[in-house]
């Protein structure tokens, strides 16, 4: 079996870590490839046939990268904190023995955490007015916000053909459950349990006093369009990668994806131990 390592490359605590693991895990018999990136010098990341685990060492962003290459796979990805956050990432070095954490995770003795992710479609108008669609993958969130040359974007929001507002603000974010605690939170949106597949719809700093954030069922699609009214070139962002279309983009349609992504952990428990400690400052050990 094939096991992928994905490490923040600018943390050397990280890579560190990456190298022990590689030895360690060459001794029992596995596989070890590298994810790709510029720092390392790899320069593509090696096919995932056989892959029975991707371990990510970093913090949520690097987690997010790991959660990119595998896309809907469905192989299961253990995050080892080495970031500044990693309330995705099951253990760090500093709490748990990281060759016992992974361990665990290849004798399948944790907990499996399904999370939802998005499939989204940008869809642009080129300069012979012809449509083009950008699509992309997301496990937290799209973001379509004004970008630097607009005040601030109008756009209509619809979901499943029902038209719920038009509003003029920073912009839109639509997130899994997952990303609640991201981007979405920042703008005001709450947190969501993991278990919930649905998604999550936040305005960012709506000029208005009426919108709220709103929540939707698994089967909605969830469609942004930009005013014609109120012309504006936005910025678009998947998991915080911006995606530039070729053309002056139209709309952005956002439904639940093909497949899940499996983040392994120490139980549900984990997710509100991580809200406590996170978000509300509590510690653990009291």
Known sequence: MKVLL????????????????????????????????????????????DCGLVISLGGDGTLLRAARIVGYREIPILGLSYGHLGFLTAASPEDKNILSVVADALAGELHVSRRATLACEIVSVNERGE??????????DLALARGPLSDMVEFDITVSGHHIDRLRGDGVVVSTATGST?????AGGPIVSPEYTGMV??????????????LTSPSDVVEISVS??????????????????SGEVDRAIVRRGDADILLLDYGPESFYTSVSRVFYGVRNDR
């Not at 449509?131 to 937290?140: M, P, Q, S, V, W």
């Not at 070139?233 to 990668?241: E, K, R």
């Open 6 to 49: 994905v490490p923040n490359y600018y943390k050397q605590e990280a890579v560190e870590s990456g190298l022990t693991l590689e030895l360690w895990l060459t001794r029992q018999g596995f596989e070890v490839e590298w994810a790709a990136d510029q720092r390392s010098g790899i320069e593509s990341t090696p096919e995932l046939v």
């Open 131 to 140: 449509e083009e669609i950008c699509t992309g993958f997301a496990l937290n």
């Open 182 to 186: 991201g981007y979405a939170l920042s």
């Open 201 to 214: 719809c936040v305005p960012i700093a709506p000029h208005t006093i009426q919108a709220r954030a709103f």
């Open 228 to 245: 014609k009214d109120r012309p504006s070139v936005p910025a678009i962002a998947l998991d915080g990668q911006f995606i530039t279309p």
